[in-house]
Protein backbone atom coordinates (compact mmCIF):
# COMPACT_ATOMS: atom_id res chain seq x y z
CA UNK A 1 0.00 0.00 0.00
CA UNK A 2 3.10 2.21 0.54
CA UNK A 3 4.06 1.97 -3.16
CA UNK A 4 0.19 2.66 -3.94
CA UNK A 5 0.62 5.91 -2.61
CA UNK A 6 3.71 6.96 -2.90
CA UNK A 7 2.88 6.49 -6.94
CA UNK A 8 -0.12 8.80 -6.53
CA UNK A 9 1.47 11.22 -4.92
CA UNK A 10 4.34 11.06 -7.72
CA UNK A 11 1.72 10.97 -10.38
CA UNK A 12 0.06 13.84 -8.79
CA UNK A 13 3.24 16.12 -9.31
CA UNK A 14 3.81 15.01 -12.24
CA UNK A 15 1.06 15.63 -13.91
CA UNK A 16 0.61 19.10 -12.13
CA UNK A 17 3.93 20.12 -13.06
CA UNK A 18 3.15 19.19 -16.92
CA UNK A 19 -0.13 21.12 -16.81
CA UNK A 20 0.75 23.93 -15.04
CA UNK A 21 4.54 24.42 -15.67
CA UNK A 22 5.23 22.68 -19.06
CA UNK A 23 2.39 23.35 -20.73
CA UNK A 24 2.23 26.96 -20.54
CA UNK A 25 5.67 27.20 -21.25
CA UNK A 26 5.47 25.42 -24.65
CA UNK A 27 2.55 27.54 -25.32
CA UNK A 28 2.95 31.10 -23.84
CA UNK A 29 6.70 31.33 -23.53
CA UNK A 30 7.12 29.43 -27.40
CA UNK A 31 9.85 26.29 -25.16
CA UNK A 32 8.76 23.10 -26.54
CA UNK A 33 11.67 21.46 -24.91
CA UNK A 34 9.38 21.69 -21.44
CA UNK A 35 6.58 19.49 -22.42
CA UNK A 36 9.01 17.55 -24.29
CA UNK A 37 11.34 16.55 -20.91
CA UNK A 38 8.26 16.54 -18.93
CA UNK A 39 5.58 14.71 -20.70
CA UNK A 40 7.86 11.15 -20.85
CA UNK A 41 8.56 11.79 -16.87
CA UNK A 42 4.77 12.03 -16.26
CA UNK A 43 4.31 9.29 -18.66
CA UNK A 44 6.66 6.87 -17.12
CA UNK A 45 4.71 7.57 -13.40
CA UNK A 46 1.46 7.38 -14.72
CA UNK A 47 2.55 3.84 -16.05
CA UNK A 48 4.20 3.05 -12.50
CA UNK A 49 0.86 4.09 -11.24
CA UNK A 50 -0.92 1.85 -13.20
CA UNK A 51 0.99 -0.88 -12.68
CA UNK A 52 0.59 -0.51 -8.68
CA UNK A 53 -2.85 0.22 -9.10
CA UNK A 54 -3.50 -3.09 -10.96
CA UNK A 55 -1.03 -4.92 -8.35
CA UNK A 56 -3.41 -3.50 -5.62
CA UNK A 57 -6.58 -5.06 -7.14
CA UNK A 58 -5.05 -8.26 -7.89
CA UNK A 59 -4.07 -8.74 -4.84
CA UNK A 60 -6.90 -7.67 -3.13
CA UNK A 61 -6.02 -4.66 -1.45
CA UNK A 62 -8.24 -2.37 -3.29
CA UNK A 63 -11.78 -3.58 -5.07
CA UNK A 64 -12.71 -2.63 -8.27
CA UNK A 65 -14.89 0.89 -7.22
CA UNK A 66 -11.08 1.61 -5.85
CA UNK A 67 -9.24 0.82 -8.95
CA UNK A 68 -12.09 3.03 -10.67
CA UNK A 69 -11.46 5.62 -8.44
CA UNK A 70 -7.95 5.78 -8.59
CA UNK A 71 -7.49 5.52 -12.72
CA UNK A 72 -9.95 8.45 -13.15
CA UNK A 73 -8.34 10.18 -10.43
CA UNK A 74 -5.09 9.96 -12.37
CA UNK A 75 -6.67 12.53 -14.96
CA UNK A 76 -7.52 15.14 -13.08
CA UNK A 77 -4.68 17.68 -11.66
CA UNK A 78 -4.65 17.72 -8.01
CA UNK A 79 -6.94 14.39 -7.69
CA UNK A 80 -4.31 12.35 -6.65
CA UNK A 81 -3.43 14.15 -3.58
CA UNK A 82 -7.58 13.35 -2.69
CA UNK A 83 -6.64 9.37 -3.93
CA UNK A 84 -3.36 9.63 -1.43
CA UNK A 85 -5.61 10.70 1.49
CA UNK A 86 -8.15 7.96 0.56
CA UNK A 87 -5.92 5.25 0.23
CA UNK A 88 -4.17 6.43 3.55
CA UNK A 89 -7.78 6.17 5.40
CA UNK A 90 -7.96 2.50 3.90
CA UNK A 91 -5.16 1.76 5.27
CA UNK A 92 -5.74 3.03 8.50
CA UNK A 93 -8.78 1.05 8.30
CA UNK A 94 -7.16 -2.12 8.18
CA UNK A 95 -4.85 -1.60 10.37
CA UNK A 96 -7.84 -1.23 12.95
CA UNK A 97 -9.12 -3.91 11.40
CA UNK A 98 -6.20 -6.15 11.92
CA UNK A 99 -6.35 -5.40 16.12
Known amino acids: MTG ?5 IFEAWTLILLF ?3 MPLKY ?3 I ?5 VMGPIHGL ?6 WFVIRSWAEGIIDIFGTLRLLIG ?4 GA ?11 YEEGERDAL
Open 4 to 8: LRRAA
Open 20 to 22: GVA
Open 28 to 30: WAG
Open 32 to 36: AQATS
Open 45 to 50: MFMVFV
Open 74 to 77: ASIP
Open 80 to 90: GFINERWLRSQ
